[in-house]
């Protein structure tokens, strides 16, 4: 459940009247895991509980909030929280008379946020005419917000019931102009109250809290629906005739088809003035699947590795199924993981189930992998190759007390998706067998948001490097260049970013032993070269 904890300048009196489940992390605050907050302001700690009962209240069911297999084929690589969520329990930093008399507000995310992970809500300004928020991780900034005075917005029509959910809608592509109408309603606008309160937003007005809701819904279940990124949204409200029936009409103003940015214009009308929003959100866009076209864009077609067998770990998605492809066009019988039956079956459906062998393991659990190897070892495999591909989703960070415990479980997973499968499979490797660790540019060009992601790859890249010393494989860190997958699927889609079929080409030929290897056993293949090689000829 969630954890709104208030701190100021007598952190024990705030919490004296609240609810047990918090003291821990207030206990948290004093031993110094979450410093970095002003004494302005409150932690926030929402886990997947809190999710299910804003979908039961609102009907946002977005996938990316509450489908865990959805979620990592995404950018954020899990689930996500709702920023309308967020915000909600943003609030209860306001002063609950700026609050009661709010005219508006506006919103800005710019950052996921995830289930279970401790932020900080500071009041930045309190001045004049408005009042802004600020949520942070950190050092990182993960949404903002304002609120406007003026006449109060708690006049303004809310939401009613909505008696039926609906399914997400697939993003499609949208044009200026075009209209959306229906009921302005939630679920259950009684339970959106109360989790509301719960939050500690309780001085909040209906209409701002249910329209906080309603916005999730319409852009997480309608436009830009199933694959939508957040952006911002406005609310406010205007003078209107009252009318018997409350309703909606949303209209497309801006839709871009190069970057699937949309912006919508709503009206909602019904019981008191009306409430005007401004939406705006980016649509995924489709990231391509491997093809015999992809994979023989760079080598041509061959049977050079014919009788052989490889491993991909991470062969479902990315540069992992990109590597699958290619093995396979040049005549390899590839072994490709996948957490959940799909994604494999459908390489197998393009190259041939002869050449495509699914494996169904999480690479992070080490039981899922002993189970998975033993398929292998009962089927009399013995492995020309292994390529470690699997890795969480890389998302900014910084050195903070606060971002401690998510650094530590990033490096923590980077080496266990490795380790897991290398050590399962060691015994099956032949002789003179070769391993392909799937490392990154960020390990010579450090980025300054990354430090996270610099240190898992370089504890990686040592990995490799002791396979090559001490197992006496032949191994490749491969320090690939920014590639157009889903872990990178922004809103600007692939532009600027290499194909994964380019650099799984390159991977290949030094697999073929086209491209010179290191007299060491360690060969590095850098960015530029992983992007930039053709065959001879």
Not at 325 to 332: D, F, H, I, R
Not at 390 to 400: D, F, I, K, N, W
Request: include cysteine.
């Amino acid at each position: 459940m969630a954890h709104v904890v208030v701190v100021n300048t007598n952190p024990v009196a705030a919490i004296i009247d609240r609810e047990p489940r918090v003291c821990h992390v207030l206990d948290d605050i004093f031993s110094g895991e979450s410093r970095g907050v002003s004494m302005n302001g409150v932690m926030i700690r929402l886990d997947t509980e809190d999710v299910k009962q804003f979908a039961e209240a609102t009907g946002d069911r977005n996938p990316q909030y509450l489908d865990h297999t959805y979620a990592q084929r995404t950018s954020s690589g899990g689930c996500v929280l709702p920023g309308a969520l967020v915000v909600l329990a943003a609030l209860s930093v306001i002063p609950e008379r700026r609050l009661r008399a709010a005219s508006g507000l506006v919103a800005r995310f710019t950052r996921p946020l995830f289930p279970g992970r401790i932020y900080s809500a500071a009041l930045v300004e309190e001045e004049g005419d408005r009042a802004g928020v600020v949520v942070r991780e950190g050092e990182l900034p993960m949404l903002n917000f304002e609120l406007s005075a003026g006449p109060s917005i708690a006049e303004a029509v809310v939401p009613v019931k909505r008696p039926t959910s609906v399914e997400a809608e697939p993003s499609a592509d949208y044009a200026p102009g075009e209209m959306f109408n229906g009921g302005y309603g939630v679920l259950s606008p009684e339970a959106l109250r109360a989790l509301a309160d719960r939050l500690g937003a309780k001085a909040a007005p209906d209409s701002l809290v249910g329209a906080l809701g309603w916005a999730s819904w319409f852009l997480g279940m309608r436009v830009p629906g199933r694959d939508t990124i957040v952006a911002g949204m406005r609310i406010g409200h205007v003078e209107c005739a009252a009318e018997n029936e409350t309703r909606y009409t949303a209209t497309v103003r801006q839709a871009d088809a190069r970057t699937g940015a949309v912006v919508i214009d709503v009206e909602c009308r019904g019981d008191g003035r009306g409430v005007d929003m401004e939406l705006r959100a980016f649509r995924r866009h489709r990231v391509p699947t491997p093809n015999w076209a992809s994979a023989t864009s760079v080598l041509p077609c061959s049977e050079r590795l014919a009788g052989h067998n490889v491993l991909v770990v991470g062969g479902s998605r990315g540069i992992g199924a990109s590597l699958v492809s290619v093995l396979v066009a040049q005549g390899a019988t590839v072994w490709a993981t996948q957490r959940a039956s799909g994604p494999v079956e459908a390489l197998r459906a393009e190259f041939g189930e002869d050449r495509v062998r699914p494996l169904v393991l999480d690479a992070s659990d080490r039981d899922l992998v002993a189970a998975g190897v033993d398929v292998l070892v009962r089927a009399g495999v013995r492995l020309d190759g292994l390529v470690l591909s699997a890795g969480p989703a890389v998302l900014e960070s910084s050195l903070h007390p606060d971002t401690v415990t998510s650094f530590l479980q990033y490096v923590d997973v980077s080496l266990a998706v490795a380790l897991n499968p290398l050590t399962a499979v060691l015994p099956l490797l032949r002789s003179g067998a070769w391993i392909v660790f799937l490392s990154s540019g960020a390990v010579d060009d450090v980025p300054a948001r990354y430090p996270h992601y610099f240190v898992g790859k370089s504890a990686l890249e040592a990995l490799g490097r002791y396979c090559a010393i001490r197992h006496e494989a032949r191994v490749l860190l491969a320090r690939a260049p920014k590639m157009w997958t889903d872990l990178s699927n922004g809103p600007m889609g692939g532009r600027g970013l290499v194909p994964p079929a380019r650099v799984a080409s390159t991977i290949t030929a030094w697999v073929l032993g086209d491209l010179p290897a290191d007299d060491t056993g360690v060969t590095v293949l850098s960015p530029r070269e992983l992007s930039d090689w053709t065959p001879v000829g």
